[in-house]
């Protein structure tokens, strides 16, 4: 199973879209519940 976290700019339409076609992807994104939060450097 393939896990992504998006960076916190990329537009929340990608991620949602990504979420509804590919159901079986784990999708998050920075500043979620359980996520880093806006604005922490790797």
Do not use: C, W
Request: proline share 7%; no cysteine.
């Amino acid at each position: 199973m393939l896990r992504y976290l998006m960076d916190e700019n990329v537009n929340p339409v990608y991620i949602n879209q990504l979420r509804r076609r590919e159901s079986d992807l784990i999708i998050r994104a920075v500043g979620e519940p359980d996520t880093p939060h806006k604005g922490t450097f790797a």
